[in-house]
């Protein structure tokens, strides 16, 4: 059974820093992309980050890039955002999912997590 359980979410203020985790099981993670998607409150999910199945390959949203950065621990099954330079507009439930390949859209997720909320608030 595929089981991806994201934690490290929180309350932080603007231009504050917070690190994600998704602990994997149940699948091959060294073989899969993995990816980071959002979802406001109120709206759709918005996909954030992708990393190929070795590391070295990783895309982002513009709306992201330059201050979350996204990694991968293959033997430990765990996949991780690092979150900085916060503003109120990141505020989301943040979900991990595995895919097949890389890429900068929302298909090809078939299983996901309960997701980790993170508020930016002064």
């Known amino acids: 059974e595929v089981q991806l359980v994201e934690s490290g979410g929180g309350l932080v203020q603007p231009g504050g820093s917070l690190r994600l985790s998704c602990a994997a099981s149940g699948f091959t993670f060294i073989t899969y992309v993995m990816t980071w998607v959002r979802q406001a409150p109120g709206k759709g999910l918005e996909w954030v980050s992708d990393i190929d199945s070795g590391g070295g390959i990783t895309y982002y949203a513009d709306s992201v890039k330059g201050r979350f950065t996204i990694s991968r621990d293959n033997a430990k099954n765990t996949l991780y955002l690092q979150l900085n330079s916060l503003k109120p507009e990141d505020t989301a439930v943040y979900y991990c999912?595995?895919?097949?390949?890389?890429?900068?859209?929302?298909?090809?997720?078939?299983?996901w997590g309960k997701g980790t909320l993170v508020t930016v608030s002064s």
């Open positions: 999912a595995p895919r097949l390949y890389l890429a900068r859209h929302l298909d090809g997720m078939d299983y």
